[in-house]
């Protein structure tokens, strides 16, 4: 059982809720507090009160030494300032340095993508690697890099956005302007266009309990995001050579059905398959927790 003193608080700023919590050195939450996250025409400073709420509520029952935030968006090399966020309207915002002085805490800052690496490198998927890169598959795709045991945030704090890499020359139009971006072949939007392509008109969630159940057309887009999922991993794995690939996001409940024919387009993708160690697959173990879990645990480190 972890001391009182190492109890910290993780906040995962998302783009609908802010999810806090009091979490121990164990990884394990202890105590949670929720706030619908304001929307985005809200000034920044309802926004750093509304997250400063949650955590005086999780702070007046809890021994609390530090708090951790993940948020979606750009955090700066610093790990204090989210210089974009699309959910909300911080431009440039000094979010560490405002909310350690409103909250008399230490309080340590990093996009949602790397706390959730952090998570499943300390408490899950990714416990013992030490070269890991995270794939998160919801909306579009998430990613962050774990280099010999560190976040690798680059050189801007911009390191890891994977989605918007082309992996079809002229391909599908992106919401970024550009075409043929990884995220228009794999994520959650490109799922339902491929079932709704074949015929069905379903949410993500559905097609994967129909996929499941058997259904053809659920797997046939399984089978589409996941080959270009091994496409797309193989481009990364040539540039980083990781020992696992962790894949998170809600997509990623599906489990093999997704993992399967990824495993099999990466090694029939990746340079030099036959003659290397090809990286594991493996399905995030800490769900919609991680973000806020690694954001407490980056806290307790400082870091
Ligand atoms: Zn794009």
């Not at 090399?77 to 008399?104: I, K």
């Not at 024919?261 to 990286?279: D, G, I, N, Q, S």
């Amino acid at each position: 059982m972890a001391e009182r003193a190492d109890l910290t608080v993780g906040v995962d700023i998302g783009g609908s809720k802010i999810a806090a919590a009091v979490v121990d050195a164990d990884g394990l939450v202890r105590a949670r507090a929720d706030r619908t996250t304001p929307a985005r025409t809200t000034a920044p400073v309802v926004v750093e009160e509304t997250i400063a709420d949650a955590v005086a509520e999780l702070c007046a029952g809890h021994a609390v030494v530090a708090v951790g935030i993940g948020a979606a968006g750009f955090v700066d090399a610093s790990g204090t300032r989210v210089m974009f966020a699309p959910h909300l309207s911080w431009r440039d915002e000094p979010l560490g340095e405002r909310l350690q002085h409103r909250l008399g805490l230490p309080v340590v800052v990093d996009n949602d993508a790397n706390a959730a690496l952090w998570a499943e490198h300390r408490f899950g998927a990714a416990r013992g690697a030490d070269d890991v890169v995270l794939i998160t598959l919801g909306t579009g795709i998430g990613g962050s890099i774990l280099v010999a045991g560190h976040r690798y945030r680059g050189h801007g704090g911009m390191a890891g956005e994977f989605g918007h890499t082309r992996v079809v020359p002229d391909g599908r139009p992106c919401e970024c302007g550009r075409t043929g971006c990884w995220e228009q072949y794999c994520s959650g939007k490109a799922l339902a266009r491929f079932a709704r392509e074949a015929g069905r008109d379903l949410a993500g969630p559905e097609i994967t309990a129909a996929a499941r159940a058997g259904d053809i057309v659920g797997q046939g887009a399984f089978a589409e995001i996941g080959r270009w999922l091994g496409v797309g991993l193989a481009n990364i794995v040539a540039g980083l050579d990781p020992e696992l690939i962790v894949v998170g996001g809600g997509v990623s409940a599906a489990g093999d059905l997704l993992l399967a024919p990824a495993r099999r387009a990466l090694a029939e993708t990746l340079v030099a398959a036959e003659h290397r160690e090809v990286p594991a697959l493996r399905i995030a173990a800490l769900g919609a927790d991680a973000g806020m879990i690694g954001a407490a645990d980056l806290a307790r480190a400082g870091c």
